[in-house]
C-alpha cells in the first residue's frame, strides 16, 4: 500500500483484488505450460502458485527502487512511474484518465487537447514530459 494514494495522506489499497489476479493468471500460465510439457513428454508437471509471489510479480516497478535504491517506494507516483501523462485529471463534469504512454498517443491526445502555436507540447518528448509531471506534483 506505500505506492497507492497521495504524499502526505493515509495509503490506500488497490481498486481490484491484484494478488488474487495475477496468482490467477500465473496459474493459468503454469497449467498451459504444463499441458504443453505433458503433450511433449507424456509426464506431468506441479503447478503451484502462491499471493504473495503473484502480488511482488504485479509491483515490479516498486521493487525496483527497493532493489536498487534500497528504499520503500511512496504515495509519490500518483500516475504510471516511467511515462507521462498516465494518471486521473478532473474535467468538468468528473474524472478521466489519460494515458500518453508512447509518442504516437501522446501527439494523438495533445493535438485534441488545445495544443500550443509552436506545436511545442505535442512534439514534447517522453522525458520532457515526465520533467513536467515532476514539476507539477
Do not use: C
Not at 56 to 81: N, T, Y
Not at 106 to 127: D, F, L, Q, V
Amino acid at each position: 500500500m506505500s505506492i497507492t494514494g497521495e504524499p502526505g495522506r493515509a495509503p490506500v489499497k488497490t481498486g481490484n483484488p491484484v494478488a488474487d489476479i495475477n496468482a490467477g493468471i500465473l496459474a493459468v500460465a503454469g497449467i498451459a505450460a504444463a499441458y504443453a510439457h505433458k503433450l511433449q513428454t507424456g509426464r506431468g508437471q506441479i503447478v503451484d502458485t502462491s499471493l504473495m509471489e503473484a502480488r511482488a510479480a504485479a509491483d515490479l516497478l516498486a521493487r525496483r527502487d527497493l532493489l536498487r535504491d534500497r528504499r520503500v517506494a511512496g504515495p509519490d507516483r500518483i500516475g504510471a512511474l516511467l511515462t507521462a501523462p498516465y494518471q486521473a485529471f478532473r474535467a468538468s463534469d468528473g474524472w478521466i484518465n489519460i494515458g500518453g504512454a508512447n509518442q504516437a498517443n501522446w501527439e494523438r491526445i495533445a493535438g485534441g487537447a488545445r495544443p500550443s502555436a509552436s506545436g511545442a507540447t505535442i512534439r514534447a518528448s517522453r522525458p520532457t514530459r515526465r520533467a513536467w509531471r515532476t514539476s507539477t506534483r
